[in-house]
C-alpha cells in the first residue's frame, strides 16, 4: 500500500490521521505542491486530479479523494470504527466531516489561492477570503455538533469528524484566524493533539516538512 | 418527512433524484437563496449552515449535507442502491461524487460568487471563473470513470456518480461551458435525462421554478 501525500495537504492530513488510527502504515510518496511535482504526467497517471491524497492498493488499484479512501478504510479496517453505526448518527457526523470537507477546504487550496492572486489579488486580501472562508465553516460546525461533544466530536473515541476538524484547524492557525469565537471547536482539537496517532499525523513530523 | 430546498440549488438537485429514485417523496418547503430567505433566524435554527438542502425527519431530527443526507437514505431505504456493494468499488464511486461536491460545485456556489462580486469581479470575470473550475472538474470526472462506464458512470444503474453528475451538467450549460471535450459526460447526462426520477428532480420541473 503506497500513500502519495504532501505534509501540508489537510486532505493528506486526514488520512494520515486515519490510517494512524487504525494501525495501518502504507509506504509514502511525497509530491511537493508548492513546486508542482503532482503536475507531472507520471502522477496525473496516478490520480487524474492530480491531487494528494491518492492511496495505491497493493493490486495497483487507486484510491483518490481523502473521505472515500476513509470510507474504505473504514471498511477494510473495521477497528476501531471511524463511523457510527447508527444510521442517523452517523449522517450527522459525516455532515460535519462534509461541511469541512465541501464547504471550507475548497475555498482555501492552493489552485484556489493561485487564480486569486493571478487575478491581482494582494495577499492581504487572499488571506481575508480565507479567513471569512474558515471563520463561517467554523460557525456552522460549533453548531453542528451535539450537545454532548466531549471530549471528542461525537463522544469519547476521536473519528472521522475529528480527523476533518484538525487539519482545519491547523490551517486556520497558519493563516492567523482568531479561534475564540469557537471554544468548543479549540478544546477538542487540544483533546485530540494528546493522541499518538493525531501526533504521528502532523505535518511538521513528516520527512518533507520544511 | 419534510425536505427544505430551492429548484436552482445543484445540491438539493441531487437529494431530489436520490428521493425519487427510492420512491421516497418527502413534503417540501421552498428558501428562496436569492432573496436571502434562507439566511432567516427560523431556518438556521433549522440548518445552522443555512444552506440547502437539510431533510427533517418525522421525529425532528435534522439531515445536512446532501451526500449525507443520499447516504442517510440508501441506508434507510436500500433499494434500489445507490452505491456497490464492494469496498473498492463503492470508494471509486464516492471519489467521482467528491469530485464533484468537494472540487467543483463549492467554488460556483451563490456564496462564493457574491464575494467574488463584491471585491469588484465583473460578471464575465465570474463566468469565467465558473467555467474554469468546472472544466477542471469535469477533465478530472472523464479520467475517473471506469472504462466499462456506459449507459451510466458505473455501470448498467444510476446512483451516487450519476445523481452528483446532472446537476453539475446543468450548471455547466446555465453558465455557457463547452461540453465537446467532455462527451462520456455528455453521454451519461443523456442516458439519465430519460429516466423519470431524473425527469422529476430537473429544477423546471419545481414549484418554484422560474
Redesign the interface.
Given at each position: 500500500m503506497l500513500l502519495h501525500g504532501y505534509f501540508r495537504s489537510s486532505a493528506a492530513w486526514r488520512v494520515r490521521i486515519a490510517l494512524a488510527l487504525k494501525s495501518v502504515r502504507p509506504e509514502t510518496r511525497i509530491h511537493n505542491l508548492r513546486t508542482g511535482e503532482h503536475l507531472d504526467e507520471a502522477y496525473r497517471a496516478v490520480n487524474?486530479?492530480?491531487?494528494v491524497p491518492a492511496l495505491e492498493?497493493d493490486d495497483g488499484?487507486v484510491?483518490?479523494?481523502s473521505?472515500?479512501?476513509i470510507?474504505?478504510l473504514d471498511?477494510?479496517y473495521p477497528e476501531p470504527p471511524l463511523l457510527p453505526e447508527n444510521?442517523?448518527l452517523?449522517?450527522?457526523v459525516?455532515?460535519f466531516a462534509?461541511?469541512i470537507?465541501?464547504?471550507i477546504?475548497?475555498?482555501q487550496n492552493l489552485?484556489?489561492l493561485k487564480?486569486l492572486r493571478a487575478?491581482g489579488?494582494s495577499e492581504d486580501?487572499v488571506a481575508g477570503?480565507i479567513r471569512?472562508a474558515i471563520a463561517?465553516g467554523f460557525?456552522?460546525c460549533e453548531?453542528?455538533l451535539p450537545d454532548s461533544a466531549a471530549p471528542f466530536c461525537f463522544g469519547a473515541a476521536p473519528g472521522l469528524a475529528d480527523l476533518c476538524l484538525v487539519p482545519q484547524i491547523g490551517s486556520a492557525r497558519r493563516f492567523g484566524l482568531d479561534l475564540t469565537p469557537f471554544p468548543r471547536l479549540v478544546a477538542i482539537d487540544a483533546a485530540c493533539a494528546g493522541l499518538p496517532a493525531f501526533i504521528s499525523a502532523r505535518p511538521d513530523r513528516q520527512p518533507d516538512a520544511i
Open positions: 487524474p486530479q492530480a491531487l492498493l488499484t484510491l483518490t479523494q473521505l472515500a479512501i470510507g474504505w471498511r477494510s444510521t442517523v452517523r449522517a450527522q459525516e455532515a462534509l461541511a470537507a465541501c464547504d477546504h475548497p475555498l489552485k484556489v487564480r487575478a489579488w486580501e477570503w471569512t463561517d460557525a456552522a453548531a453542528l
